[in-house]
């Protein structure tokens, strides 16, 4: 089983080849090829690869397949014995990007 650990924007994911994920948006064309090069540790059929802090060596090329937004998150707040509530929704912008390969040179 082949998969990386990739930081992308302060998050830590694990991807693997074939599979998509739902990530912060990303300000690109849908279709357009994106390299992921913040690798921290690849996993090549029990060979392990640890970066230090990232691995210079490895690229993971994935394709935006589209742009979405996700489920509403309800944030309330609200202050006892003041009769202060607040309810506000929130939908983080997202952007779903499939996995074609990880490539250790």
Partial sequence: MKYAIVEISGRQFWIE?????????IPT???KEITLNR????NNDGELLIG?????????????LEHLRSRKTIVYKMRP???TRKKQ???QDLTRVLIEEININ
């Avoid at 080849?17 to 948006?25: A, E, V, W």
């Avoid at 690798?39 to 690849?42: A, E, F, P, T």
């Fill in 52 to 64: 230090k802090p990232y691995l210079e060596s490895v690229r993971v090329k994935g394709k935006i």
């Fill in 39 to 42: 690798v921290l540790l690849v």
């Fill in 17 to 25: 080849t074939g599979k998509y994920y739902d990530l912060n948006r």
């Fill in 89 to 91: 929704g929130h939908r």
């Fill in 81 to 83: 014995k003041k009769k």
């Fill in 29 to 31: 064309e849908l279709g």
